[in-house]
């Protein structure tokens, strides 16, 4: 770190300089951001006081949707404020939060979707030990467990290998996005990249590649009934597939896909979509798709 001068305060570039765009983005984003406080918190409440949803599955639909909550609130605050204001800054302290929230939240939705295609899997393909298999007692647990292994994952790692950052403090993000935090390291030998990568490949690859698992396995037992009940199974994992679909597939053009220069925006404008649109759409695909 010769001759770098360490960095505590950032700056944050946001989208534009232009006021009237950004406006036009604040009522967009605001909006957004509370309906999406209203279709999460309604289904929370829906499935918490409707004893005919006391089941598992929405069990982690309630879960994901409290974690949807966590994840666009940790960011679409800050970045409502900014857009209103001239001087978009965040101390050391709080963007290393953020960076870790955003992390830890956004693997534990990860495993949570993993959850869910399991779950769905024991019900189609061993019906009959289903309510033994999905028990609340193992619910809570692997809701749990969940959260302790992503805590270990994504903070372990992040505490043993603190980021020394250096100027130019400028952020190219609406927020302390980890990849783009990193571009401000001191320490440009890329071994912080390599474990954000390696992390990456533990919370996104292989869950994604257990969730195409249980999905195969779905397909072959729906092949052997009957084709009237087929749609009907399939009918339970649609809603899974769509919300599974978008999450992974911008998580891995984030962290999985070619390295970004530092005045590359495509980071942010990925983020949009998974800290912004999904958070929001996740509810209401849920509840287009599932009648009850």
Request: aromatic share 12%; glycine share 4%; hydrophobic share 50%.
């Amino acid at each position: 770190m010769k001759n770098k001068t360490l960095a505590y305060e950032f700056i944050l570039l946001g989208f534009s300089k232009d006021v009237d765009i950004n406006l036009f983005l604040f009522v967009l984003f605001f909006l957004i951001y509370v309906m999406t406080i209203i279709v999460n918190g309604l289904i929370i409440h829906v499935v918490i006081t409707n004893p005919r949803l006391h089941t598992p599955m929405y069990y982690f639909i309630s879960k994901l949707s409290f974690i949807d909550l966590c994840n666009s609130s940790s960011a679409v605050p800050k970045m409502l404020v900014d857009l209103l204001s001239t001087e978009k800054t965040i101390s050391l302290m709080a963007c290393l939060f953020q960076v870790n929230v955003l992390l830890l939240i956004g693997s534990t939705e990860c495993l949570l979707l993993v959850l869910m295609a399991y779950d769905r899997c024991l019900a189609i393909c061993l019906p009959l030990h289903y309510p033994v298999l999905m028990r609340w007692s193992i619910c809570h647990r692997l809701t749990a467990l969940i959260w302790i292994f992503s805590f270990v994952a994504i903070m372990l790692p992040l505490l043993l290998m603190p980021v020394a950052l250096c100027y130019p403090n400028q952020i190219n993000h609406f927020m302390c996005e980890s990849l783009a935090v990193l571009n401000l390291s001191c320490d440009r030998n890329y071994t912080k990249e390599r474990v954000i990568f390696s992390l990456s490949f533990v919370t996104i690859l292989f869950p994604f590649a257990f969730i195409i698992i249980s999905y195969i396995c779905i397909i072959i037992s729906v092949l052997k009934i009957k084709a009237a009940g087929r749609a009907k199974a399939f009918s339970t994992c649609t809603s899974h597939v769509t919300v599974v679909a978008m999450y992974f597939g911008t998580g891995m053009a984030t962290y999985l896909g070619p390295p970004q220069e530092k005045s590359s925006s495509r980071g942010k404008y990925v983020s949009i979509f998974y800290i912004i649109i999904a958070p929001f759409l996740n509810p209401l695909i849920y509840s287009v798709n599932n009648g009850e």
